[in-house]
């Protein structure tokens, strides 16, 4: 990962977002090679999945013909949808805040995050030794005391047993004493290592930065918020929003209204999401600021199963046709108690990414059967399961609905079977941002190649699919003269007006073609000696580094057509 992300930086994929004032956690911006690759990436499912699209025919695999349109939604949209969608109430993470360092944590990393802590491999190593019983330890508490005067003092400032080192060891002694059997084991030593107060605060579990103690888990609202007009108060307070379907399933009955859609039909949806998330990390696979590619398909109740599989396996295969084959993307059917909810069915599209650890796979795309949830949510108000399972208007003990719904039917009549119903709905939902990197993981790959005379060069090669890299051929002079520079540039502006292309006379062939191999650009155009007298030019490819010849006027299409073929 980190040569990835090398790389990135230093071929213009990703940046940091405001680098030269040390970076801002969470956001990123693309550089000029990035922004190519991420629109190829955008381009190619809108393209798949909309326009594309042919609603006069039964797609394989898929119950019957279905069509497709677009929206385009506003960021910001009426507060109330976000308390009737639930996300006000329960779009949230529980957080742990260090009373030592104020960094916050999302309380169901913390363990994770422990395990890993350099003060906390270093107190380990220095004060226990494996016990009988596997998962308990034998604690050396005058090492650890060593440990707290010496190496502490500089891993774990904010450890309790390091800013005060008899009091915290004399509320595990006294508690050994009175209970001989209490079982020692890694976690519960750390907490009695983080707690001074005892008897005030119980034990606290301990910060994987500083080890100072941490607050018990708050709600912390991951929608971030702003105002609307010049008063800044609650009336005017608005949300970014954190996903793009809401704006889907508001508009559901413009869409009807406004074009001839019939059900079963999908709305898809690209456009900025934000979450405040706590932890951003592992590049721009958790991000604050970015991009989803969302389907929200409207279908009859009674066929829902049959377009949640269909869905399901389609969007899988979306991910294979543009290159991602190798066994890291795999399709993870939710166990029944993972679902939301509202949901009958939820399979993630995951893959293994570097940063993960080995057997580890990370979310690429969610794809859910959602049921009538959103649509009832929109007409009634905020829904909950009752008792019975039912999902019913949450009402306040005035009986009230807590937020109420738009009041507005979007249920659909279907003119040939003369019934009402309120559309079930199955929801693919990707992550641009997500996606792209996963493709930039899957490409990148280091090989030797042979260099002019024969010997081995290492080389790292992005093995984009051509539809997403990012340039689509490079053309190159073989020398500056002879009148090479100018047939290439010829080639260059023809081939410019389709797509892409680069234009590089300097430096040595050899490096030209891997500074190309690096950007993942698949093929490479060389003017040379033999142009001048037969017209032919060699075209390079850039995985097998095969080189063949073709006549200038026939690049057009051979190109068009191995862009294609791939
Ligand atoms: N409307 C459903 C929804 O938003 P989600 O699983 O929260 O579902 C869908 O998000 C996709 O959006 C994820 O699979 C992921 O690709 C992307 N995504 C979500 N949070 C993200 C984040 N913080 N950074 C980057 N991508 C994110």
Redesign the pocket.
């Known amino acids: 990962m980190d040569k990835l992300g090398s790389l990135c930086k230093r071929r213009g994929f990703i940046f940091q977002s405001s680098e030269i004032y040390g970076g801002i956690g969470?956001f990123w911006d693309y550089g000029p090679l990035g922004v190519e690759l991420k629109r190829n990436v955008k381009e190619a499912w809108w393209r798949d999945m909309v326009t594309g699209h042919d609603d006069t025919i039964v797609q394989p695999g898929s119950p019957r013909e279905y069509e497709m349109c677009g929206l385009d939604c506003s960021i910001i949209m009426h507060p109330q949808i976000w308390k009737c969608s639930g996300h006000y109430d329960l779009f949230h993470d529980m957080m742990q805040t260090c009373r030592q360092c104020k960094k916050m944590f999302r309380a169901d990393h913390v363990w994770e995050q422990l395990k890993d802590a350099p003060w906390v491999l270093s107190f380990a190593e220095a004060s226990s030794e494996p016990a009988s019983v596997p998962e308990l330890i034998k604690f050396n508490s005058v090492a650890a005391m060593n440990w707290a005067k010496t190496k502490g003092r500089k891993l774990a400032p904010g450890l309790a047993l390091v800013r005060n080192t008899e009091v915290t060891m004399s509320w595990l002694a006294e508690d050994l004493q009175t209970n001989p059997e209490l079982q020692l084991g890694v976690t519960t030593l750390l907490k009695y290592m983080a707690t001074e107060q005892k008897a005030r605060t119980g034990l606290v579990s301990p910060c994987p930065l500083c080890g100072g103690d941490l607050t018990e888990p708050r709600e912390f609202s991951l929608m971030f918020e702003s105002h609307a007009g010049a008063v800044k108060d609650d009336e005017n307070k608005v949300f970014l929003r954190?996903?793009?379907?809401q704006g889907i399933f508001v508009n559901f009955k413009n869409v009807l209204d406004s074009t001839r859609v019939k059900i079963p039909f999908g709305i898809a949806q690209i456009g900025k999401?934000f979450?405040n998330?706590i932890t951003?990390r592992n590049f721009?696979?958790?991000?604050?600021e970015?991009e989803?590619m969302?389907i929200e398909f409207f279908c009859k109740p009674a066929e829902s199963r049959q377009w949640y599989t269909y869905w399901r396996d389609r969007r899988f295969a979306w991910y294979t046709s543009l290159g991602m084959k190798s066994e890291k993307l795999r399709l993870r059917d939710h166990a029944a108690e993972e679902l939301s909810h509202y949901s009958c069915g939820t399979a993630?599209i995951e893959y293994a990414f570097p940063f993960l650890e080995a057997g580890d796979y990370g979310?690429?795309?969610?794809v859910?059967h959602r049921g009538d949830f959103d649509l009832r949510s929109h007409m009634e108000g905020k829904l909950v399961k009752d008792a019975a399972g039912n999902l019913v208007v949450d009402r306040g003990p005035d009986g009230k609905p807590k937020y109420a719904g738009s009041g507005k039917d979007l249920s659909y009549f279907d003119d040939e079977a003369k019934e009402r119903f309120v559309p079930h709905v199955i929801?693919p939902?990707?992550?641009a941002?997500?996606?792209t990197l996963a493709f930039l993981c899957e490409a990148y790959t280091e090989d030797a190649i042979p260099d002019e005379k024969g010997v081995p060069q290492a080389r790292v090669v992005m093995k984009l699919h051509p539809r997403l890299a990012p340039v689509k051929a490079a053309i190159f002079p073989l020398v500056k003269r002879d009148g090479m520079p100018e047939i290439a540039a010829k080639i260059y502006r023809d081939l410019k007006q389709h797509w892409n292309v680069f234009y590089d006379e300097k430096g040595a062939i050899g490096r030209r073609y891997r500074r190309q191999d690096e950007a993942g650009t698949p093929f490479c155009i060389t003017v040379d000696g033999q142009t001048l007298t037969d017209q032919t030019v060699t075209i390079r490819d850039r995985d097998t580094c095969r080189q063949w010849r073709v006549k200038s006027g026939d690049i057009h299409n051979e190109i068009a057509n191995r862009l294609t073929a791939s």
């Open positions: 969470g954190p996903e793009t379907a999401s979450r998330e951003p721009t696979f958790r991000s604050r970015f989803q969302e993630d979310e690429l795309e969610g859910a929801e939902s990707a992550g941002d997500r996606a």
